[in-house]
């Protein structure tokens, strides 16, 4: 069984169901690469710690996340967290692994990547976890937030700072997906009961899907084309989506969080 962390304090949180799969988080992790802000705040950092909070019954992800980040940073260190003890195992890698919760086993990260975690608890529990995270973080610190499929075709993550989300990012697989609109299963417990008429979220998708009715002309060109068309056409109507610099491999749709922030 790994060692205790220094200074851990008691766990807080509930075990969920654990499910994992290799590479199923591989758009959320591409992403996180090439992000301006997480790639700085990575590269700046005193310590370079990152915490992959709730990797589930296999760590899988954890290792895949290490891998891509110390591209970004060779010497960054990462520690995976699991609520159930059962699930911890001996570290390798230059990874190792802890029990601990919302709380971070009382290490500082740089980074958190919760995914598949809050999605298994109720929508009002989301502000606190939140805010127990942040409180935790180091100076800087960021944390995102995300769900997915079981195969990771579908993707959405809040990326939240030291105080409040920045960030809605919706990412998918070009060519099993058929609308922006099929991302709504997978969002973020945050939002995911707010995709209904009057809601922020909601008018964000409704205008995606047609927006890509419209670009439909450029769909034999690719999904990918006919995306960045559908993209174009939203910043036309006055969603500022994210436009960026490279060519992107998937799909993606960001926006800052107060184009979708739930209606009080």
């Known amino acids: 069984m790994a060692q205790a962390l220094p200074g851990r304090t008691t766990p807080v949180g509930t075990i969920t169901r654990g499910t994992t799969g290799v590479n199923r988080l591989r ?11 997480v790639t700085d705040r990575l590269r700046t950092a005193p310590d370079p710690l990152v915490v992959d909070l709730g990797y ?3 760590p899988w992800t954890t290792f895949e996340l290490a891998a891509r980040l110390r591209t970004v940073r060779p010497d960054l ?3 995976g967290l699991e609520i159930d003890p059962a699930r911890v195992v001996e570290g390798r890698e230059g990874v190792r692994f802890a029990r601990g919760g919302f709380e971070l086993a009382g290490l500082r990260p740089v980074l958190v990547r919760a995914f598949n975690v809050l999605r298994q608890y109720p929508e009002d529990a989301v502000a606190d976890a939140w805010a127990r995270i942040q409180s935790n973080l180091a100076p800087g610190g960021l944390l995102v937030d995300g ?32 609308r922006p609109s099929d991302i709504a299963e997978r969002l973020p417990k945050a939002l995911i009961h707010r ?9 964000l998708l409704t205008a995606a899907d047609r927006a890509w009715d419209r670009s439909a002309a450029l769909a ?17 109507n006055g969603f500022p989506v ?16 107060d184009v979708v922030a739930p209606n009080p």
């Not at 758009?27 to 802000?37: G, H, I, K, P, T």
């Not at 995709?195 to 008018?203: F, S």
């Open 27 to 37: 758009r959320s992790d591409r992403w996180l690469v090439n992000d301006d802000l």
């Open 56 to 58: 589930g019954a296999a």
């Open 77 to 79: 260190r990462v520690v």
């Open 147 to 178: 769900t997915c499929d079981e195969l990771g075709r579908r993707c959405a993550w809040v990326l939240l700072d030291e105080h409040h989300p920045l960030s809605l990012t919706l990412a998918w697989d070009p060519f099993t997906v058929e």
């Open 195 to 203: 995709n209904i008429p009057g809601e922020p979220i909601h008018a």
């Open 220 to 236: 034999p060109y690719g999904p990918r084309v006919r995306w960045r068309g559908t993209a174009e056409l939203l910043r036309a």
């Open 242 to 257: 994210r436009a960026y610099r490279r060519r992107m491999r998937d799909n993606v749709l960001s926006v800052p969080w």
